[in-house]
């Protein structure tokens, strides 16, 4: 175990050292003036000119050579410092916090209610393979992974803030807020989780030591438990993982959709503005987001499922 | 059988979801009934620009339009100049103004305006990039007495509208660090600044210091929301109370929606073509005008803006009531004339259709941004005609910057854009940078006329009422006939309100939301 | 001796557990579903090919048939530039199907090159790869696919290579775990101890089981690639108009959704056949 978490440390530090230049190297490599880029994302379409733009090269020092400006980002890295916005001149942790805390607060709400839902209607499914509530979950999955997220928002907004009036169509910043947004994702998550859930509990219901531990005569709820839940959760929690991750990156639909704050708005944000540092910033909290996720996956894992693996898959 | 335990470990989950769902309506029901109380005292007011900056260069206008901070003079609803913190101000010589402060104006924090305070708002404002001032012959700004009196370097007539733009708004001076960057907006208007979550909130709420009539809606949000499909939702369900920045698409949806009622102004903006002047094809008049019977004004205001009052007939539009002249010879769409005028200038059919002359094929780029969702449209639209006619026009949307960094560099073909001829309250300002004779960012590119820029420097040093209606007549002549750029549509902004507010003004300038003058309506 | 229920690999790279799963029943249904799926794509199929010649004009424009309803000889109707929707429909579909098949080929090719390749040769040709992949994992997809648009200002080919770089790593990853084990086994052991080359043991021993977790992994990678390109299009940095494109279309579309909503739809159903053929096609191929 701590063995792991300490090729996962490493592994973090890598990773930011890596995809923070990579990002530096390829933002700087896009066609387009930089100092245009930022004055536009500063004074807007009305009053940018090339005035402004020289303002913001002097201002910025964008003169000087690339290298230099990738070391100071580093200096200031290698100080926790991640700098401010070249274009709103914000402080850079600030508002990678609210944009990261409110991609969270989403992925949270939305995996909840997925995993909620999923694995319940699995679980029922999972029952009776081949029944009624089976074939209808199966219908109920693959018509919510073939909506396209954004027309399933449009939906979700039509049903629930226009013609009933019971939740806020969009927006951010009451607590209700997220309701429809989180909804719009976990209805693809659900099915998701659902069908997960059906097929490993089924299978595992089928494999011999659970069919032994009936023979021995443990009583079904702690088959359940002991077997087929532990067995099933070991490949329930690394899906939890991979959707997280893609929740937290991928939801930029949904966050255009519904005005919700979070990283997909920022990057995008950052990309069209050539907002270099906040793009630096954004992608590493990503990368580390993903490792922690990875690692979360395979402690949990370990714990649930304690029998040592193959790792390494060469020698 | 093993199947009884499942069953009831599925009864304990379906229960388990049953209590989830339960607290979920019960949430839902107490938020339904927060936001009853919210539509009773906080207004709820959503547009498309985000809260990127608190500088008053870069905040977008919003601390202006939400009345938090006021600038010297003001406009009003027919876009004149009226008092702001300024009550009076006049010119003692050709270059010296005085403003006149309203002497009970107080700062959210309690402090009076003083001269001293506006003054030094005033000189951060001319030393920081994105201000109007300073391209302004200011010599000096100093405090006289109770008075603010501006020193210029030669006479400027157009000193008060410069003084309108928010770009000058007067922050009280706790609002400064020792840099002179904001650290927070104080300013002295009808409403105080509650709360700011960059980039999407902003809370206010009515101010106990300011020396007018006190508010009817004393508490509002503004949020940010950029689509505006979901803009039209929002107001559609009842969730804002003023929607701003709608669309041609869904105010023609909302037009029948109960409840709801549409605002309207036509904005002194134009959707124009800049035309790169040095450009081996476009340098020539004739094609000029022939790129401008391509256009088919009429149908694409009608289908693609939905309004076909917006077809433009020239640059200014009727709201600029002083620089539209009804005499003009309108511009038409005639495909016919546009080939006959290509025809003239020495482009020839060439055999795929498209003009060729001396061996070149008439290709060219046209450049232009997503920001304002109509401007790919319309240049979807444009990209059609000018096919009809014969030119190979390509389309590259991009970033808006992209427009003036092509002017630099020389590389820009033809640009679209929407210009705000009363970014300064007076047109002739924005004119005088925009058609310098040496070009301008987002005016002409490689053109020039003489008697234009004679016109708007005169224009500049003050002119008597009946000289300055000529010299406008003149200029409007010559952007007519010489068309270094080309208009394609006026514009109209629209507004949808909950008919639990009464008192909606639209600003023709968008300066002002003027909120603090709405009232609920029960 | 009984197998876990979770396959190693399915732990060990969780971001493709989703095609991992272990197939677990045949019932009666699936072969339904399948043909429904198959059905469907075939009919998208013969749309793409044959619909572009039947209607040539997806970006003449009309502007005074702006959004005019559907008549027998437009059987969508018009959009709101007055351009013929089943044209653009059309031509729309080809484009996507195209692109995204274009897309999972490229990086099925090479995530299956790079893994067998890592697998076998091992050592630092491995750790280089491995390396390289992590490290394109811990990029957030959308960045890439975002900084590739960027690049290409609206183009075709970059957002093609943005899609391949970031699709290939799940080939790489599943290749890799998968011929690790394969290899190692006592199959590929016997072979080699009879002599049998590399290209022996790569037709006889990894590709049979390789294949089936392909074919799936691409059905599923077609899905997503048509999602990735309409979703740029919704937010407005996809390929750039007047190419016809599902995602462009369904977005600029998607205010006319009361006005006229056969524009609307019809892009939609499009995708959203797309994806329910593929998905009936994977249920049953991840099972079989």
């Keep these: 175990m701590l063995r792991l978490l300490r090729r996962r440390a490493l592994q973090a530090v890598g990773v930011t050292l890596v995809v923070s230049t990579a990002c530096f190297v390829m933002i700087r490599t896009l066609p387009g003036d930089l100092a245009f880029r930022i004055a536009a994302g500063r004074y807007g379409y009305d009053q940018v000119d090339a005035a402004s733009a020289e303002g913001v090269r002097a201002e910025l020092g964008l003169d000087r050579p690339a290298w230099q400006q990738l070391l100071e980002w580093w200096a200031g890295l290698a100080r926790l410092d991640l700098g401010t916005s070249l274009v709103t001149r914000a402080s850079i ?179 069209f503005w050539r907002d270099v540092p906040m793009i630096q910033a954004t992608a590493v909290a990503l990368a580390l987001l993903v490792v922690v996720i990875n690692t979360a996956v395979d402690v949990s894992t370990a714990a649930m499922d304690p029998r040592p693996r193959v790792k390494e898959v060469t020698p | ?121 005033l000189q951060i404002a001319y030393d920081k990039e994105g201000s109007p001032l300073t391209g302004a012959p200011v010599a000096e700004i100093g405090v006289d007495g109770d008075d603010i009196v501006v020193r ?105 929606v109960d409840g709801v009622q549409i605002h309207s102004v036509t904005l002194p903006r134009t959707i124009q073509m800049k035309v790169n002047g040095e450009h081996p094809a476009l340098g020539d008049p004739l094609v000029r005008q022939a790129l401008s019977a391509a256009l088919d004004r009429q149908g694409m205001a009608t289908a693609l803006l939905r309004d076909p009052e917006m077809a433009a007939t020239q640059l200014f539009p009727p709201s600029l009531a002083d620089w539209h002249q009804d005499d003009l010879t309108a511009l038409e769409h005639d495909a016919d004339e546009a080939r006959r005028l290509l025809a003239e200038a020495g482009w020839e059919e060439g055999p795929d259709g498209i003009l060729v002359r001396d061996g070149e094929r008439f ?54 854009y929407a210009r705000n001829y009363a970014l300064v309250p007076d047109p002739a300002v924005t004119l005088l940078g925009d058609f310098a004779p040496e070009g301008s960012d987002w005016g002409a590119m490689g053109w020039n006329d003489e008697d234009l820029t004679a016109a708007l420097e005169a224009m500049a040093e003050g002119l008597d009422d009946a000289q300055a209606a000529d010299a406008r007549a003149q200029v409007a002549q010559i952007m007519q006939d010489e068309l270094p750029v080309i208009p394609v549509a006026w514009y109209r902004q629209s507004a949808v309100v909950n008919e639990r507010v009464a008192g909606m003004t639209l600003d023709p300038l968008e300066r002002s939301w003027w909120l603090s003058e709405l009232t609920w309506s029960s | 001796m009984t197998r876990p229920a979770p396959e190693p690999a399915a732990v060990a790279l969780p971001q493709v557990a989703s095609v991992l799963v272990p197939p677990t029943r045949r019932t009666a249904d699936r072969p339904a579903l399948w043909w429904a799926g198959a059905v469907t794509l075939a009919l998208l199929v013969l749309f793409a090919l ?141 072979a080699r101890l009879l002599g049998l080359g590399p290209v022996h043991v790569l037709r006889r021993h990894l590709w049979p089981e390789l294949r089936p977790v392909l074919l799936t992994m691409a059905s599923f990678g077609i899905g997503t690639a048509v999602l990735t390109l309409s979703t740029l299009g919704f937010v407005g940095v996809g390929v750039s108009p007047p190419t016809p494109e599902l995602g462009l279309m369904i977005t600029e579309a998607f205010p006319f959704y009361s006005e006229a909503p056969w524009m609307s739809l019809a892009p939609v159903l499009v995708l959203a056949a797309t994806l329910l053929g593929l998905l009936g096609i994977r249920g049953t191929e991840a099972r079989s």
């Excluded at chain 1, 807020?177 to 719009?184: D, F, G, I, K, W």
């Excluded at chain 2, 379906?14 to 309506?25: D, K, N, R, S």
């Excluded at chain 2, 790919?376 to 992209?402: H, K, M």
């Design chain 2, 363 to 416: 290709e060219i780029t046209l450049r232009t941004f997503p920001d304002r969702p109509e401007l790919p449209i319309l240049a979807t639209a444009i990209q059609a005609a000018f096919a009809d006619v014969g030119i190979d026009l390509s389309v590259s949307i991009s970033n808006s910057s992209e427009i003036p960094a092509g002017h630099q560099d020389g590389t820009l073909d033809v640009g679209l």
């Design chain 1, 93 to 271: 942790a600030d508002e990678l916090g609210h944009a990261l805390g409110a991609s969270l607060h989403l992925a949270a709400v939305a995996l909840a209610m997925g995993c909620l839902v999923g694995v319940t209607l699995g679980a029922a499914a999972a029952h009776r393979p081949g029944g009624a509530l089976d074939k209808l979950t199966t219908l109920a999955v693959v018509g919510s992974r073939a909506l396209p997220p954004f027309i399933l928002g449009l939906l979700l907004i039509l049903v629930f803030a226009v013609h009933l009036g019971v939740l806020p169509a969009a927006g951010h910043g009451q607590a209700s807020n997220v309701a429809l947004p989180a909804a719009a994702l976990a209805i693809g998550l659900a099915g998701l989780f659902a069908r997960i859930t059906r097929d490993t509990v089924v299978q595992v219901r089928a494999t011999e030591y659970v069919q032994f531990a009936r023979t021995k005569g443990l009583n079904g709820r702690l088959v359940l438990t002991r077997h087929v839940l532990r067995n099933s959760g070991v490949t329930v929690v690394s899906y939890v993982g991979v959707q997280a991750l893609i929740l937290i990156e991928g939801v930029i639909v949904i966050e255009s959709l519904f005005g919700w704050p979070g990283l997909g708005h920022a990057l995008v944000h950052a990309v």
């Design chain 2, 152 to 256: 210029l370097d030669e006479p400027f007539a157009s000193l008060p509208a410069v003084l309108a733009h928010t770009s000058t708004q007067v922050l009280a001076p706790s609002s400064y660090d020792e840099d002179g960057a904001v650290t927070e907006v104080i300013g002295s208007g009808p409403y105080a600044i509650s709360a700011v979550h960059p980039p999407q909130r902003i809370e206010v709420t009515a101010s106990e210091h300011w020396d007018g009539t006190a508010p009817a809606i004393t508490d509002v949000t503004y949020q940010a929301v950029s689509r505006a499909e979901s803009r039209a939702l929002m107001a559609e369900s009842g969730q804002s109370d003023v929607t701003l920045g709608m669309d041609p698409v869904s105010l023609q949806r909302l037009q029948d």
């Design chain 3, 50 to 190: 044959l619909g572009p010649l039947i209607w040539r004009e997806p970006i003449a424009q009309d502007l005074s048939r702006f959004l005019q309803a559907p008549t027998p000889a437009e059987p969508l109707g018009h959009d709101h530039l007055g351009r013929s929707v089943i044209a653009r429909l059309a031509h729309a579909t080809r484009l996507s199907l195209v692109l995204a098949i274009l897309c999972v080929t490229v990086a099925m090719i090479a995530g299956t090159l790079t893994g067998i390749l890592a697998a076998w040769r091992g050592r630092w040709v491995d750790t280089l790869l491995h390396g390289l992949s992590e490290t394109l994992v811990a990029i957030p997809a959308l960045l890439i696919v975002l900084i590739a648009s960027a690049a290409g200002g609206g183009g075709l080919t970059m957002l093609f290579v943005g899609i391949a770089l970031v699709q290939w790593i799940e080939y790489f990853r599943v290749v890799r775990a998968r011929s690790g084990v394969l290899l190692a086994g006592p199959g590929v052991e016997a």
């Design chain 2, 1 to 121: 059988m093993a199947s009884t335990p499942t069953l009831r470990t599925a009864r304990a989950i379906v229960a388990l979801t049953a209590v989830v769902a339960l607290t979920a309506c019960t949430t839902t029901s107490d938020t339904r009934d927060g936001t009853a109380a919210v539509t009773g005292g906080t207004l709820s007011v959503v547009g498309p620009v985000e809260v990127h900056s608190l500088e008053p260069a870069t905040s977008s206008e919003l601390f202006t339009r939400l009345q938090v901070s006021e600038t010297l003079v003001a406009t009003d609803a027919d876009g004149a100049l009226r008092a702001g913190l300024a009550t009076g101000w006049h010119a003692d010589d050709d270059t010296t103004w005085r403003f006149e402060l309203r002497p009970t104006a107080v700062f959210h924090d309690g402090e009076p305006v003083t001269a001293d305070a506006v003054v030094a708002a």
